[in-house]
């Protein structure tokens, strides 16, 4: 009997999660969130968790459903980022654009673990940021700690910085196109090399045109092919660093990230149904859905009280890498497109 209910310790906890991933839904839906603040599901669900956690203490019979959102289903939504990948879509913008996004990409990731470093944060911290801010937000960082293993409070505060840094981007990426006279292609192509959320992007990109929007979408979506090498890599990394040490090894190979390109690889030879109960949009609004209880348990487990403590240094990082992918995105716009 004790094991039963041991094994469903976790089900309050994820309801919980879902409760506040509805919420923040359905608020995301709402004109003065989703037109004029540009606040998508994921930001708003952190945000109303958080708030939840300075009014009231996380109920003890909620932690583990709350550790359970966190961490398996945040994982299996990452995973399932690989369903909205297609090999033509990556295709159809062309190789300078292709290009564009790898190199700069590849640069903030290593220019972005050198600012850290460069400014004396935590090495895991750092790693963390440098992913997060150079693939795409929360789920990079999400999949990275798998093998960086940071503490509970350096993958919040990473997630919290990314997304404050993104959301200022919706604002200013507008103002910076007609500043560059970037026409609607480059301006897209720019929005998904250098923002950080899949929802800044989409966001940024409609501030503009169609056109951009499309486009910022499709080079974003690219961004996040480069995912799981770059995690490949850091895991190996760091599994190198921690033998010779005589440590625990970290996980070489994250499961979710093998699930992830195996969605990809079957959306692109387009083996999903377009009908029925496994239809692939139904797959991706599931994956979306999983995404936001995952990151309603995220929130839930960050203290406002810690990301203060933390002082200037996280936020100087993420702005200095962003600011880093940004100038080579542009600049290499201008020079191959």
Not at 80 to 91: D, E, F, T, V
Request: proline share 4%.
């Amino acid at each position: 009997m004790s094991e039963s209910v041991s094994r469903s310790a976790w089900i309050p906890g994820v309801l919980v999660a879902t409760g506040f991933a509805w919420m923040a839904r359905q608020l995301a839906a709402l004109e003065i969130f989703h037109e004029t603040l540009h606040f998508g599901a994921l930001l708003l669900v952190i945000l109303l968790g958080m708030v939840w956690r300075m009014v009231l203490p996380i109920p003890a019979w909620s932690i583990p459903g709350i550790e359970m959102a966190k961490k398996p289903i945040l994982r299996w939504a990452v995973a399932a980022l690989g369903l909205r990948l297609s090999l033509n879509q990556i295709l159809e913008i062309g190789g300078p654009a292709l290009l564009v996004v790898s190199v700069s990409t590849i640069a903030a990731v290593f220019g972005g673990w050198w600012i850290c470093r460069w400014l004396g944060l935590p090495e895991r911290m750092g790693l963390l940021l440098g992913v997060g801010g150079a693939v795409c937000g929360a789920s990079a960082i999400v999949a990275a700690d798998t093998v960086v293993q940071a503490e509970k409070k350096d993958s919040a505060l990473a997630i919290s910085v990314i997304t404050l840094l993104g959301t200022l981007g919706i604002l200013i990426y507008p103002e910076l196109c007609q500043l560059f006279s970037m026409g609607d292609f480059d301006y897209g192509v720019w929005a998904g090399a250098s923002l950080h959320e899949t929802a800044q992007v989409v966001a940024a990109g409609d501030s503009i045109s169609q056109e951009s929007k499309e486009v910022a979408t499709v080079v974003k979506l690219v961004r996040i092919c480069w995912l799981a090498p770059i995690v490949f890599y850091l895991g190996w990394s760091l599994r190198h660093q921690h033998a010779a040490a005589g440590q625990a090894k970290v996980s070489l190979v994250p499961w979710f990230l093998v699930m992830f390109v195996i969605f990809a690889a079957t959306n692109s030879m387009g083996w999903l149904p377009t009908e029925g109960a496994f239809a692939v949009s139904n797959l991706k609004t599931g994956g979306s859905w999983l995404m936001t209880i995952g990151m309603a348990g995220v929130g839930l487990q960050t203290s406002v009280k810690d990301l203060v403590q933390a002082g200037w240094r996280p936020v100087l990082a993420g702005l200095l890498q962003w600011i880093l992918l940004a100038g080579i995105s542009v600049g290499m716009i201008r020079l191959v497109m």
